[in-house]
Nanobody, 120 residues
């Protein structure tokens, strides 16, 4: 059974940091792309970052470049999203998803979201 479990969200003041985790089961992440997406109230879901584990390539939304870092730990079958210099506009529910390629159109399985709230 393919399953993704997102965790690590919380409340933080602007400028603070959080690390999100996406623990995978039922498959090994080294063969797939794992993405992080977020949805804020009243806004469409948007892609934040993605890692293609077969070659280690990464992708980031312009709004988070230089602040967020995606990484994978194959031994733990887990993908992380390190979020630094957080801004109030980063407030959203963050989801992880898996598919053959990076991009929302390619994701086949989604984890439950974890709430990130950044206060000003």
């Amino acid at each position: 059974e393919v399953q993704l479990q997102a965790s690590g969200g919380g409340m933080v003041q602007a400028g603070g940091s959080l690390r999100l985790s996406c623990a995978a089961s039922g498959f090994t992440i080294d063969k797939y792309a794992i993405g992080w997406l977020r949805q804020a109230p009243g806004k469409e879901r948007e892609g934040v970052s993605c890692i293609t584990n077969s070659d280690g390539s990464t992708d980031y939304a312009d709004s988070v470049k230089g602040r967020f870092t995606i990484s994978s730990d194959n031994a733990k079958n887990t993908v992380f999203l390190q979020m630094n210099s957080l801004k109030p506009e980063d407030t959203a529910v963050y989801f992880c998803a898996v598919g053959p390629y990076c991009g929302s159109r390619w994701y086949d399985y989604w984890g439950q979201g974890t709430q990130v709230t950044v206060s000003s």
